[in-house]
T-cell receptor, first 115, second 114 residues
Framework: AQTVTQSQPEMSVQEAETVTLSCTYD???????LFWYKQPPSRQMILVIR??????QNATENRFSVNFQKAAKSFSLKISDSQLGDTAMYFC????????????FGEGTQLTVNP | EAQVTQNPRYLITVTGKKLTVTCSQN?????MSWYRQDPGLGLRQIYY???????DKGDVPEGYKVSRKEKRNFPLILESPSPNQTSLYFC?????????????FGPGTRLTVT
């Protein structure tokens, strides 16, 4: 069974600064998919970024980028130029295959962006 | 607009009173899932369905039932709710076409069992 661990329950950052959220996972699979989801106070789950394990290049989406270290089973999220609207709970998630509808989530990291 | 809808959004009930939370998607997705979210535990999968009449247990299926009689609907049934089922519930769907495997989440249902 896969496990996902987020070791930072809470983090804070000043507006316009950069913050990195950590995620580690454990799996025996070789091909898999990793995600970061954002959950603002509205509770809606919003996909931030995804990474396919077979791709060596780290994914980026505007101010969001990941550092994917397959051998270390690490998948951190970097948020640049933090904005107040980035305040949310962030979840790291693992999926075994593209067409295998089972996400395994980490515990979550509550990020607060301070003005 | 492509979306996953859940009803009700909020529900307070008493122990033992059967309830159903509905989930519907308009994206013609094959896959649908139910998750529960609890503080410090993240989201955990309850049940999933890979097509009509095909369902399987997730990580925490005890106390729940599901059915998939139509492609668009995937209701979650609590036949005898207990206080430990107080949680935030999410329905999600995903498809197999167009190369997109992203799971789309509904808005969540906050359930309180007293």
């Amino acid at each position: 069974a896969q496990t996902v661990t987020q070791s930072q329950p809470e983090m804070s950052v000043q507006e316009a600064e950069t913050v990195t959220l950590s995620c580690t996972y454990d799996t025996s699979e070789n091909n898999y998919y990793l995600f970061w989801y954002k959950q603002p106070p509205s509770r809606q789950m919003i996909l931030v970024i995804r990474q396919e394990a077979y791709k060596q290049q780290n994914a980026t989406e505007n101010r969001f980028s990941v550092n994917f270290q397959k051998a270390a089973k690490s998948f951190s999220l970097k948020i640049s130029d933090s904005q107040l609207g980035d305040t949310a709970m962030y979840f790291c998630a693992f999926m075994k295959g593209a067409f295998f509808p089972r996400l395994t989530f980490g515990e979550g990291t509550q990020l607060t962006v301070n003005p | 607009e492509a979306q996953v809808t859940q009803n009700p959004r909020y529900l307070i009930t008493v122990t033992g009173k059967k309830l159903t939370v509905t989930c519907s998607q308009n994206m013609n997705h094959e896959y649908m899932s139910w998750y529960r979210q609890d503080p410090g535990l993240g989201l955990r999968q309850i049940y999933y369905s890979m097509n009509v009449e095909v369902t399987d247990k997730g990580d925490v299926p005890e106390g729940y039932k599901v059915s998939r009689k139509e492609k668009r609907n995937f209701p979650l049934i609590l036949e005898s709710p207990s206080p430990n089922q107080t949680s935030l519930y999410f329905c999600a769907s995903s498809g197999t076409s167009g190369g997109s495997y992203e799971q789309y989440f509904g808005p969540g249902t906050r359930l309180t069992v007293t």
